[in-house]
C-alpha cells in the first residue's frame, strides 16, 4: 500500500510495483491510508511523511494501535534525513527509510528485503504453534512454559520505543527478557505517573489477560530492551492445561497490586524525603547484580514519585550532602541503605 500526497509520485510508485506484479493499494492522505490499511491488512506499507490531514507519524501511530495493523512492515518515504527524524520514525516502529528521490532498485530492493524478512518470522511463529501443541500434551505444566517461553523470539524496541498503549486491547502477556521497561499512566495534564519498573525476567499485562480488557497504562523502553509476547490465546490453553501456572500469574498479579496500594499510600501520605528514599529502594532491588548503580533519569525519577523534577533534583542533593547516595548524571549508587530505610516521615 502507498500513502503519499503527491499524485504523480504516488503514480509513478504505482507503476513501478504493479510493473513488478504487486498489487497495489494507495491513498492521497494519511487519514484514508488508515482506513484503506485497516480494511485490506497489507503485506507492506510504504508511507510518506509530509502530508495533510494525518502526517506519516500519525498514521504509524493509529496503525500500531489496532491489533491486525501493528506487526505490518513500515516504509517511510521521505524528502529529508535528519537525525531527529529518523530517531522519532524509528521510536515509533517504522522499519525502514527511503529518502527521495530513489530509484527503482531501491525502492524494490527495500520492499523484498522487508517482506523476506516478514515472511521468515510468520513461518518461525507457525512452526513454534505446532510445536506448542505437542508440548501442551504433556503433564508438567510450568517446566513446559519456560521451554515455550525460551523457544520464542523476543522483539526488540529502541530507548522511549512504546511497548503498547493504555487502552490497547490486550494481546497477551510481555516478557522483559533483556533491559527495562517502565509503565505510565497519564494524567489530564499530561503529567506522567510511573506505575512500574520491570526489568529481565517480569512480565507485563497479567492483568489484561486474566481480565480479558484492554492495558491499564502504557510501557516503554527505558533503555533498548526485548521482549517477547505470549498471546492471550495461549495463556488461555496453558492456563485451561496446567492450574500450577494460572496460579503462578495469580501470585505475580496479586504480588504486583500490592505493590502498587503500598505506591499509592506512599504518594498520598509520605514526605517528599520520604517518597524519594522509598523510590530509590524499590529500584535499588531492581538493579543488575553485576552493576551496584541505579541508572535513572531525573524525569523518571519524578514521575515514579509524583514529583516536580526540581524537587527530584534538590531532593538528591540533599541526600548526597548527608552521604546516604552519591550520583554522577543518571548513576545513582547508594551508600547508606539503612539510611535511607529509616528516613522518617
Known amino acids: ?34 482506513d484503506l490499511a485497516i480494511s485490506h491488512i497489507p503485506d507492506i506499507i510504504l508511507c510518506d511523511i509530509m502530508m495533510p490531514e494525518l502526517d506519516g507519524y500519525g498514521v504509524l501511530y493509529m496503525l500500531n494501535r489496532h491489533e491486525q495493523t501493528t506487526g505490518i512492515p513500515f516504509i517511510f518515504l521521505t524528502a529529508k534525513a535528519e537525525h531527529a527524524d529518523l530517531r522519532k520514525g524509528m521510536e515509533l516502529g517504522a522499519d525502514d527509510y527511503l529518502v527521495k528521490p530513489f530509484d527503482d532498485m531501491e525502492l524494490l530492493n527495500a520492499i523484498d528485503i522487508r517482506l523476506k524478512k516478514k515472511a521468515a518470522n510468520d513461518l518461525s511463529h507457525k512452526n513454534k504453534t505446532e510445536e506448542f501443541k505437542v508440548l501442551v500434551e504433556r503433564t508438567d505444566g510450568l517446566a513446559e512454559f519456560k521451554k515455550i517461553i525460551g523457544e520464542k523470539k523476543s522483539r526488540v524496541f529502541k530507548k522511549n520505543q512504546v511497548i503498547y498503549y493504555a487502552e490497547d486491547h490486550g494481546k497477551g502477556i510481555y516478557l522483559v527478557t533483556h533491559g527495562r521497561v517502565k509503565t505510565i499512566k497519564l494524567a489530564k495534564d499530561g503529567r506522567e505517573l510511573m506505575t512500574g519498573i520491570y526489568c529481565q525476567g517480569d512480565y507485563l499485562g497479567i492483568n489484561a489477560v486474566l481480565n480479558d480488557s484492554a492495558y491499564a497504562d502504557t510501557a516503554t523502553a527505558l533503555e533498548d530492551s ?36 503500598e505506591q499509592l499510600l506512599e504518594l498520598a501520605y509520605h514526605s517528599v524525603r520520604k517518597k524519594m528514599a522509598s523510590t530509590l529502594l524499590r529500584l535499588y532491588g531492581q538493579k543488575n547484580l553485576d552493576d551496584d548503580l541505579i541508572n535513572v533519569t531525573r524525569e523518571d525519577l519524578a514521575a515514579m514519585a509524583c514529583m516536580a523534577t526540581e524537587t527530584v533534583s534538590r531532593t538528591l542533593s540533599d541526600f548526597r550532602d548527608e552521604l546516604l547516595i552519591d550520583r554522577n548524571g543518571t548513576k545513582i549508587t547508594v551508600l547508606n541503605y539503612e539510611g535511607l530505610s529509616k528516613m522518617k516521615n
Do not use: W
Not at 503519499?4 to 510495483?17: F, Q
Open 1 to 34: 500500500m502507498i500513502i503519499e500526497d503527491h499524485d504523480e509520485i504516488r503514480a509513478n510508485l504505482v507503476e513501478i510495483l504493479e510493473m513488478a506484479r504487486y498489487t497495489v493499494y494507495q491513498a492521497e492522505n494519511g487519514k484514508l491510508g488508515v
Open 226 to 261: 526485548s521482549v517477547c509476547l505470549i498471546s492471550s490465546e495461549q495463556m488461555e490453553t496453558i492456563f485451561n492445561l496446567y492450574p500450577e501456572v494460572a496460579r503462578k500469574f495469580i501470585h505475580l498479579l496479586s504480588r504486583d497490586n500490592r505493590a502498587k496500594e
